[in-house]
């Protein structure tokens, strides 16, 4: 552009090559990424020092792909006008009027205007456009409530604009003003002084209650009780593995290790509200902070390597710095003193997975997927060259959880493990106990609360008093109602909890945790979703409906609120033909398909919990044939209760002995759990009941992993009887 601004002779050379190298020197600040990188820091986002994690930072790899929204779309104009109404309720309608002002001397007055004064309000004017209507376009900003809060930073500079134009509109009445009564008195000119000054005081007043932060301390609560959580919890054990799965159970413990613990005592933190004399002793530079939800990006998990791995760069070690070039070698070890690099990290390396390891791991849920339906946030997909993907939320997590089992795995014998849970990874719950606000995963599983009531009445009592105490101390405070953050986050942290009570079927204490959870913040989607849930699965329909009718309530943008509420509302319309279908269950009781048709209801109204036992019903009775129990067992896969649709074969064949059929299901099964000795056992005795099968298996790709293996070979080809 400045080249052709030269030679259309609209900008000498001159111009053209300072506006060039201001640009460049701008651009140049990127040039520092890689440099910062190579140091081995704490926050090492990207991972800047090799080229794939520079293009991967600069292009914003790790947040979402641009969703663009256009003007022919009902959403673009209730972005449009949210982004309006955030302007207002900010600077105010009494001062937000003169934003105008300059757009109408430009077009009005354009004759009368200076060329240099054009510019400027053209600039001003085009640069509040862009970015307030180009970014809406770019972005396309969801519109339920949390996301405005969210994403109110993004507009940050149009705001700026805006409050330039305000200054400019002003400025132009009092031109227009003076020039209309140029013979204005002195007490004229010091009463609109003031009135200016009180202009100024609109925004400040209508502002101070949202942005005022004296005496907010609940970011130092919430990494402080991570550590020390007190109220009869020991504190964290020494060296632990701390997985902070939101941004603030993430950044804030990353800000507690390697800032809060380097700092002289003195200078520590005392919060009055929270065990003023241990602050001044905090120091956990021994814990592991990790993210379960990064885990399967690449570039984060080489920068995780390099902090704890057994390959982490060590100037004593020369081996472990061969990956480096000879430049970042040398910024490395200028950083290994000066920065503190030789005891930023904890002393003892720990297990982290290698590339490999990640190749691994994602193909292990790819496989395991093959095998059951996918979730809702779930999507494979295979390119025309045969690569496979896994995209959405459901998808990225299913990797994570495998990979955080192989950390807890490895390094459970030596290392205390915790999370901050985020997105919930299945295989801890039966691990879990609650820690204060987190949640502890123990070396191995817990009985069930059936199996040893006394150590969950324990368990329950302490978590119980421990909220009760925090969330009265919270609501004492004036400065908790107007702290947002703060109350979405410590919400967040009950519902995990209660997310874990569910899972263990304490319903009356997951209820009791969820309710909690929308009391410290009742705009919470999760804690009302998650309570909404409890009660459908517990055919409770008409309390689901309100809780979600009183946060549509509060979120009416909401979409996925208001189909929730339309979709509760079918499903208790269905609650009338469940009924009805129970009632030819119990008139028909060895016929499978009113059980089918039945379990499907259950599904439809949020209570698979009651397919499992009506299926086991069913079996349960005698003379029911091999087929009928293959097909509750692939009811209980369609569930992805795999185990159950195991034993439910194991039991079709412990009655019909010669049912190939159940045998080459559970062939599939052992074959998608890789567990290839036994299934290629269970195919075996397949054919041999019924030979029919060997072109069954060649042919069917659930066993096409199988196909080389020389065992399978020699089932499909046997060799001749002898003569």
């Given at each position: 552009?400045?080249?052709?601004?030269t030679?259309?002779?609209?900008?000498?050379?001159?111009?053209a090559?300072?506006?060039?190298?201001i640009?460049?020197?701008?651009l140049s600040?990127?040039?520092?990424?890689?440099v910062?990188a190579?140091?081995?820091?704490?926050?090492n986002?990207?991972?800047?020092?090799t080229?794939?994690?520079?293009l991967?930072?600069?292009t914003?790899?790790?947040y979402?792909?641009?969703r663009?929204?256009?003007?022919?779309s009902?959403k673009?104009?209730i972005?449009m006008g949210?982004?309006?109404?955030?302007?207002?309720?900010?600077?105010?309608?009494?001062?937000?009027?003169?934003a105008?002002?300059p757009?109408?001397?430009?077009?009005?007055?354009?004759?009368?205007?200076?060329?240099r004064a054009?510019?400027?309000?053209i600039f001003?004017?085009?640069?509040?456009?862009?970015?307030?209507v180009?970014?809406i376009?770019?972005?396309?900003?969801?519109i339920?409530?949390q996301?405005?809060e969210?994403?109110l930073?993004f507009?940050?500079?149009?705001?700026?604009?805006?409050?330039?134009?305000?200054?400019?509109?002003?400025?132009?009445?009092?031109?227009?003003?003076?020039?209309r009564?140029?013979?204005?008195?002195?007490?004229?000119?010091?009463?609109?002084?003031?009135?200016l000054?009180?202009?100024a005081?609109?925004?400040?007043?209508?502002?101070?209650?949202?942005c005022?932060?004296?005496g907010h301390?609940?970011?130092?609560?919430f990494?402080?009780?991570?550590?020390?959580?007190?109220?009869?919890?020991?504190?964290?054990?020494?060296?632990?593995?701390?997985?902070?799965?939101?941004?603030?159970g993430?950044f804030?413990p990353t800000?507690?290790?390697?800032c809060?613990?380097r700092?002289?005592?003195?200078?520590?933190?005392?919060?009055?509200?929270l065990?003023?004399?241990g602050?001044?002793s905090?120091d956990?530079?021994d814990?592991?902070?990790?993210?379960?939800?990064?885990?399967?990006?690449d570039?984060y998990?080489?920068?995780?390597r390099?902090?704890?791995?057994?390959?982490r760069p060590n100037?004593?070690?020369?081996?472990t710095?061969?990956?480096?070039?000879?430049?970042?070698?040398?910024v490395f070890?200028?950083?290994?003193?000066?920065?503190?690099?030789?005891?930023?990290?904890?002393?003892e390396p720990?297990?982290i997975?290698?590339?490999?390891?990640?190749q691994r791991?994602?193909?292990?849920?790819v496989?395991?997927?093959?095998?059951?339906?996918?979730?809702?946030?779930?999507?494979v997909?295979?390119?025309?060259?045969?690569?496979?993907?896994?995209r959405?939320?459901?998808?990225v997590?299913?990797?994570?959880?495998?990979?955080?089992?192989?950390?807890f795995?490895k390094n459970k014998?030596?290392?205390?493990?915790?999370?901050?849970?985020?997105?919930?990874?299945?295989?801890m719950?039966?691990?879990m106990?609650?820690?204060?606000i987190?949640l502890?995963?123990?070396?191995?599983?817990?009985p069930?609360p059936?199996?040893?009531?006394?150590?969950?009445?324990?368990?329950v009592?302490?978590?119980?008093?421990?909220?009760?105490?925090?969330?009265?101390d919270?609501?004492?405070?004036?400065?908790?109602?107007r702290?947002?953050?703060a109350?979405?986050t410590f919400?967040?942290l009950?519902?995990a909890?209660?997310?874990?009570?569910a899972?263990?079927?304490?319903?009356d204490?997951?209820e009791y945790?969820y309710?909690?959870a929308?009391?410290?913040?009742p705009?919470?989607?999760e804690?009302?979703?998650?309570?909404a849930q409890?009660?459908?699965?517990?055919g409770?329909?008409?309390?689901?409906?309100?809780?979600?009718?009183?946060?549509l309530?509060?979120?009416?943008?909401?979409?996925?609120?208001?189909?929730a509420?339309?979709?509760?509302r079918?499903?208790r319309?269905?609650?009338?033909?469940?009924?009805?279908?129970e009632?030819?269950?119990?008139?028909?009781?060895?016929?499978?398909?009113p059980?089918m048709t039945?379990?499907?209801?259950?599904?439809?109204?949020?209570?698979?919990?009651?397919?499992?036992?009506l299926?086991?019903?069913?079996?349960a009775q005698?003379?029911?044939?091999?087929?009928d129990?293959i097909?509750?067992?692939q009811?209980?896969i369609?569930?992805?209760?795999i185990?159950?649709a195991?034993?439910a074969?194991?039991?079709?064949?412990?009655?019909?002995p010669?049912?190939?059929?159940?045998?080459?299901?559970?062939a599939i099964?052992?074959n998608?759990?890789?567990v290839?000795?036994?299934?290629l056992?269970?195919?075996?005795k397949?054919?041999?009941?019924?030979?029919?099968?060997?072109?069954?298996?060649?042919?069917?790709?659930?066993?096409?992993?199988?196909?080389?293996?020389?065992?399978f070979?020699?089932?499909?080809?046997?060799?001749?009887?002898?003569?």
């Amino acid at each position: 552009m400045l080249a052709i601004g030269t030679w259309a002779r609209t900008m000498s050379w001159k111009h053209a090559v300072c506006c060039a190298a201001i640009f460049l020197a701008a651009l140049s600040l990127y040039v520092y990424m890689p440099v910062a990188a190579s140091t081995n820091p704490p926050m090492n986002w990207g991972f800047a020092s090799t080229k794939q994690g520079f293009l991967h930072a600069i292009t914003r790899g790790q947040y979402e792909q641009l969703r663009l929204s256009f003007p022919w779309s009902e959403k673009f104009w209730i972005q449009m006008g949210l982004f309006v109404d955030s302007l207002l309720k900010q600077y105010g309608w009494i001062i937000g009027v003169f934003a105008v002002v300059p757009a109408i001397v430009l077009f009005g007055g354009w004759s009368r205007l200076k060329p240099r004064a054009r510019q400027w309000l053209i600039f001003a004017l085009a640069s509040f456009l862009v970015t307030w209507v180009g970014l809406i376009i770019i972005i396309g900003p969801d519109i339920d409530k949390q996301q405005q809060e969210i994403n109110l930073k993004f507009f940050v500079g149009a705001h700026g604009f805006f409050a330039m134009l305000i200054g400019y509109g002003v400025a132009l009445t009092l031109a227009w003003g003076l020039t209309r009564w140029p013979k204005i008195s002195r007490r004229g000119v010091v009463a609109g002084s003031w009135v200016l000054v009180a202009y100024a005081a609109i925004p400040f007043a209508v502002n101070w209650e949202k942005c005022e932060q004296r005496g907010h301390d609940f970011g130092y609560q919430f990494g402080y009780r991570m550590f020390f959580p007190g109220g009869g919890y020991e504190p964290m054990e020494r060296d632990a593995v701390l997985y902070g799965g939101t941004d603030p159970g993430r950044f804030v413990p990353t800000y507690m290790i390697f800032c809060e613990s380097r700092v002289a005592p003195k200078d520590r933190y005392h919060d009055p509200h929270l065990d003023p004399e241990g602050g001044a002793s905090f120091d956990r530079r021994d814990v592991y902070i990790i993210t379960q939800n990064a885990l399967a990006d690449d570039t984060y998990m080489s920068y995780i390597r390099d902090h704890y791995d057994y390959s982490r760069p060590n100037v004593n070690d020369p081996k472990t710095l061969e990956k480096l070039e000879p430049w970042q070698r040398w910024v490395f070890r200028q950083a290994w003193t000066r920065m503190h690099r030789d005891s930023m990290y904890p002393k003892e390396p720990i297990y982290i997975p290698s590339p490999t390891d990640l190749q691994r791991a994602f193909q292990e849920y790819v496989d395991g997927v093959k095998n059951r339906p996918l979730g809702p946030d779930e999507k494979v997909e295979v390119d025309p060259q045969g690569r496979v993907s896994v995209r959405g939320v459901g998808g990225v997590m299913g990797i994570n959880g495998i990979l955080t089992k192989w950390i807890f795995d490895k390094n459970k014998d030596k290392h205390a493990f915790y999370v901050e849970e985020s997105y919930v990874i299945p295989w801890m719950y039966p691990y879990m106990t609650p820690f204060g606000i987190i949640l502890k995963i123990n070396r191995d599983p817990l009985p069930s609360p059936a199996q040893n009531p006394v150590l969950w009445g324990e368990i329950v009592n302490r978590d119980r008093a421990y909220w009760d105490k925090l969330k009265a101390d919270f609501e004492k405070r004036p400065e908790f109602e107007r702290d947002s953050d703060a109350q979405k986050t410590f919400s967040k942290l009950r519902s995990a909890i209660g997310g874990l009570y569910a899972y263990h079927r304490m319903l009356d204490h997951a209820e009791y945790a969820y309710q909690q959870a929308r009391q410290l913040c009742p705009d919470s989607p999760e804690a009302n979703f998650r309570l909404a849930q409890l009660y459908m699965e517990q055919g409770r329909l008409d309390d689901a409906i309100n809780v979600l009718s009183e946060l549509l309530k509060r979120d009416p943008l909401n979409k996925k609120i208001g189909d929730a509420v339309k979709q509760v509302r079918t499903m208790r319309e269905q609650a009338v033909d469940v009924a009805r279908l129970e009632q030819a269950v119990t008139a028909a009781p060895r016929d499978p398909r009113p059980v089918m048709t039945l379990a499907q209801a259950y599904a439809s109204i949020g209570q698979a919990g009651r397919i499992g036992p009506l299926c086991d019903a069913y079996l349960a009775q005698q003379d029911i044939s091999a087929i009928d129990m293959i097909q509750i067992a692939q009811l209980f896969i369609g569930l992805n209760q795999i185990d159950r649709a195991l034993a439910a074969l194991n039991l079709a064949i412990s009655r019909h002995p010669n049912s190939a059929e159940a045998y080459y299901s559970i062939a599939i099964i052992r074959n998608a759990q890789r567990v290839t000795n036994d299934a290629l056992n269970a195919l075996e005795k397949a054919v041999q009941l019924s030979p029919a099968f060997r072109a069954t298996a060649q042919s069917d790709s659930q066993l096409s992993n199988l196909h080389s293996d020389p065992r399978f070979q020699q089932l499909m080809n046997p060799a001749p009887p002898a003569n």
